[in-house]
DNA sequence: TTGAATTTTCAAAAATTTCTGAAAATAAAA
DNA sequence: TTTTATTTTCAGAAATTTTTGAAAATTCAA
């Protein structure tokens, strides 16, 4: 069938770009079978139609759920957990986004903190370089961070509309 | 040596953030390492001070080379060749992002245009509500990608500092 | 309680990615 | 040309990451 086909398209494609990014196959892959999946699916489900083992399945739905961007849903005289994907783009989206960020990046920020601190008395001009180079990605960090909390804090669907106008 | 142990801590952790974000582990270090260096250095400076391979140094060299982001430099009186980091942050940083965006990024664009064509006309719920999603992703990416042409287009090195305050 | 259904865990296997190192290719000097 | 220095390649080894699947834990109905 077309639309299955479509779907399934779908989910390759979103698996390969997660493994390119840091995010694991079978991650990517749960989520987008849950983004384009019209009914909340259960764990043996979503087992079936990935091909993926009980312990992986398991496993990368508790990660998208941990992540807050795939909910349980409980179905009335059913044992079984389901699960549905927040279908917001602009929510989802966001929360990959801030998760990312406080758990690679922020810790990185730290660091380049503590090491442009610990070579900001340095005399010699090998230090001094080395101090400039740190400090400028400190620098260029803290604004892409400032424009991306402008951006992630805005409740407006068409926020980033409006601020591309703006840029024109 | 202090300035020594600071500049140790700033490769490794270029090479975790590289490995966590896709990026080869040694071709991150070997960045970092041209970038915290005051000198060119050559492959065999490279092999010796990150502890890696000739092969490996090679390589990682050559892809750095090719991203634009290192470049070669002839010593006079040496055969050998000697390497040196892109140093403005702005300009590597864009180079990186660019060549991403082009060689992940842009084709799965170009098969969720597919798909989002393909399902256009399905009658179904099942098939409106999936060409929904694969529609939504795309307008967002295309907003993002709006923003990002914008910033990456700029030659001012301030123009994230102007955009923050113009958005404030 | 007991027992069946379901979920979770995690050691080991499989798959994938990265790295090595020596041989081949190339480039420059003699 | 021949020799020597340097760079490149790439098959196999090593390391890392992902996945499996069965046992243990948990949950809930009877």
Redesign the pocket.
Known sequence: MELQEAKQQFIDTWGALG?EW??????AQVHALLLSASNPM???EIMEKL????????????QLVDYGIVYKKHIAG????YFVAEKDVLKWAMKIAVMRKQKELDPVMDILREISKNTEKDKTSEGKEFHKTVKDIQVLTDQLEAIANKLFNSSGGDLLLKLIKLMM
């Open positions: 493994s840091g995010i694991n196959k079978s991650v259960s764990t043996d091909v993926i083992s009980r312990g992986n399945a398991n496993m990368s739905i508790r059913d044992r079984k957990e």
